[in-house]
């Protein structure tokens, strides 16, 4: 039976959100770089410019420098996730704290380049600045809301050194300016959580909705493996692992409405161990049930086609179906059978015509009408074993009318 159901899920709804977070901090990763670098080119540039009257520019291409170093080492960590996202029982936590590490050394390097340039350049030049570093902590709205740790500790560590700066500073302007660094972050932040809530609620409602589809599927997958199991059992003799009497029926049924239209032959065979009753009594029950396996794995070996069938009737008899097989080719296939049994050299003392186990058997070979019903082909079939014990027993009869 299937078991996946009464199991504790190996793969949380909570783990399954956790690597739809990371997913999305490492899928938007690219464009987050390629908005950082163009913005950080620009700044360069320009500061280079000034920093050159002073025959300083080389502090600009060292910082540029630096920072593309760092996001090349988070680049090289972006294709490592690239080849294992897709794992399940991927280790979100491993994985988010290096892109954290990441995003704190660049928001410092940001925050501290700017700090250590402002004393160099003009006024009008670090408005400017002021302005990158806003517009830097409003594009990572895009690619950093999933999580609020991540988006303020970037904010704050890119923010953070420019504004004690410039309330170091002590003038009436770099004050203002602080207060707006202040409110600014303030206003990103309290506007991403309001997102932040947003994404993981709908991640959470996603999950859990899968899990339940997971939860009912294998439900319903355990359920069928039940009924496939119980179907079994009420349809396999349980000692010899042949069909059972039920089985017969429903398959011989099946079998006469469908040959009713044709005019293939429908096969029907009786075959009972000779003096069963004497071998069990003689050798006991332990090695009867042998004797009926043996013969039943005898017949079931000969079985080619998928809708014939062999069946345990009762006791030491057997029934087979064989749909489109004349009557010629089930006697061929029954003196095989029998000539195998016979090979096995099963003893039978108290046998009155052999000193082996033997097999009496009467086939029925008859076209099928509207007339003819399951029950006249199983009667005309014991009518052909009884005539095949009357004249002898370890003998094939035939009754094809």
């Not at 080119?41 to 593309?68: K, M």
């Not at 954290?100 to 700017?114: E, H, P, R």
């Not at 096969?267 to 003689?282: A, K, L, R």
């Not at 000539?339 to 033997?358: D, F, G, M, V, Y």
Request: proline content about 2%.
């Amino acid at each position: 039976m299937n078991n996946d159901f009464e199991q504790k899920h190996t793969i949380s709804s909570y783990h399954l959100k956790q690597h739809e977070l990371v997913n999305f901090l490492y899928d938007r990763f690219t464009v987050g770089m390629m908005f950082t670098m163009v913005v950080a080119l620009v700044a360069t540039i320009l500061v280079t410019f000034e920093l050159s009257l002073q025959g300083l520019e080389y502090r600009g291409y060292i910082w540029f420098a630096g920072l593309s170093v760092i996001q090349y080492f988070r680049y090289r960590l972006k294709k490592r996730y690239d080849q294992v996202k897709t794992v399940d029982y991927l280790s979100h936590g491993y994985w988010k704290k290096r892109f954290i590490v990441g995003i704190y050394i660049v928001a410092l390097w940001q925050g501290l380049g700017a700090v250590i340039a402002m004393p160099m350049i003009s006024d009008n030049l670090q408005f400017i600045f002021h302005a990158f570093l806003l517009g830097l902590g409003a594009g990572a709205i895009a690619y950093l809301a999933t999580s609020m740790v991540i988006f303020g500790s970037y904010l704050i560590l890119m923010i953070l050194p420019v504004t004690v700066y410039l309330f170091w500073l002590n003038s009436p302007d770099s004050f203002v300016l602080g207060c707006m660094h202040i409110f600014m972050v303030g206003a990103y932040y309290f506007g991403v959580r309001r997102m932040n809530i947003m994404i993981n609620d709908s991640l959470h409602f996603r999950f859990d909705n899968e899990m339940l589809v997971n939860d009912l599927q294998r439900l319903l997958n355990a359920v069928a493996e039940s009924n496939k199991e119980l179907d079994e059992l009420s349809t396999t003799d349980e000692l010899t692992g042949a069909s059972n009497f039920r089985a017969f029926r429903v398959g011989l049924e099946a079998h006469r409405l469908k040959h009713i239209s044709s005019k293939l032959p429908l096969t029907v065979i009786m075959v009972n161990i000779d003096y069963y009753h004497e071998y069990n009594s003689f050798y006991g029950q332990d090695m009867g049930n042998k004797s009926l396996t043996a013969v039943a794995n005898l017949l079931v070996a000969e079985i080619v086609q998928k809708d014939e069938l062999v069946a345990r009737m009762n006791g030491a008899e057997f029934a087979i179906v064989l749909p489109g097989v004349s009557c010629e080719g089930a006697r061929i296939m029954m003196e095989k059978n029998m000539q195998l049994l016979q090979h096995q050299a099963i003893p039978h003392e108290r046998s009155k015509i052999n000193a082996l186990l033997t097999l009496s058997v009467g086939i029925c070979c008859i076209p099928v009408t509207q007339n003819i019903s399951s029950r006249d082909l199983i009667t005309r079939a014991d009518d052909a074993l009884r005539l095949a014990k009357k004249n002898g027993r370890n003998r094939i009869e035939i009754i094809n009318t």
